[in-house]
């Protein structure tokens, strides 16, 4: 039967289909495990600069001079760093940073410029006509520091130049393997994040305090942008473990239901099957 | 013996993190040799080597600036980047050197030339470092 035969074929298309979002769950899990370590390991560096960092603004002014990644300025023009993933399939991800951003946008008093990473957001960006400043794509899964240099100092020059007077940061934030939680920061200028215990004792800063902070702040910068990048990665691959379950599972259950048509509309077949040689027997025995 | 304690972190790992007795660096001032309770300390490191002794034993690492920071019995290296002589591949780094040397002598744009500048300090300081590693 046509019907059937219709049946059979779904059944093989979806069969395929659950394949390939098992594997592809499979994929992501290993490789989720390996972003959440390196986004773990970086943190003894981002806690000791925080420190530093927060240590440091307490200095009090000798000169009056405020660097100027600290100082704050007039907005005219906010810069949103948007950050995304290049592939699809990790569920609401991208729709979530695409909606908080969007709703930010929104809210903000001065004009906003994006600087996006990550294709989905480069999509958001033309879809929505929004200008960008700068687009990166294409950063590795496990990406190292060096890699995230570069758009941290279009960020960092575009900030001295005056381009844009406050950034944020918008990322997704490694909650669990099954929650990411979209968030955003100030990014610049920079807020010395609280120091948890004033230091009692005094520093000896070499060659001046002045100069360790300016030097230091970029590194902060540069860090947090690293951090927030490690934290996407993270993300997207437990997105995507998460979406390719549910994806599997559902296949599975169609696949299943399927089935069942098919054994009834095997099952209907014979039944009629049955009655055509019975009736058929029964006028012949007449 | 006394000791502290010596961690190196990158914003990438923690390189290294153990009882060390004496430390030499490049802080920006020149060679400077740490001993246990020095006095709390905040300083810029160029790009150079890293001698870390503990007793007898030696270790050599190459570090391309940072920061160090000495506290009451512990010191903290914040590294750019660092290496473990072991680790670092002769190759890379001399390829890396002679990149360097070439951009120079082609007599680049004052930018060009502090970047190749830098990476030719940092390529000769991993070779420096690696050579100093223990023959197998």
Redesign the interface.
Known sequence: MANSQIVRRRIHSIRNAAKICKATEMIATARMKRAQE?AT??R???D??RQ?VSDLALQPEDNGNVHPLLQKRDTTKTAIIHITTDHGLCGGLNANQNHLVASSILEQSAPVILIVIGRKGKGFARVTRRDTYAVFTGISDSP??QETLPISRVIINGYSKGDFDLVYLAYPRFTSAIKQTPVMEILLPVKPPPSPAPQA???????SPD??LA??LP?FV??QI?HAILELKACEQSARMVAMRDASDNAHELMQSLIMTLHRLRQENITREICDISGGAEALAR | MTTFKL?I??????TFSGDVSEIVAW???GQMGILPHH??????LRPGDLLIKKGEEEQYMAISGG?L?VG?DKV?I?A??CERAEEIDIERAEAARRHAEKTLKSSPSRMATAAAETALRRSLVRLKVAYKRPHR
Do not use: W
Not at chain 1, 201 to 207: I, M, N, Q, S
Not at chain 2, 39 to 44: A, D, S, V
């Open positions: 390196q390991a970086g003894p560096y981002a000791k600069i530093v190292r520091l004792r005094e520093y000896l800063y070499e060659p100069v360790v030097e230091l590194r540069e860090m690293y | 961690e972190v990158t914003a990438e790992r923690m802080g920006t001032e006095i709390p300390l905040m300083t810029m920061f920071e009451l903290v914040l750019d980047a």
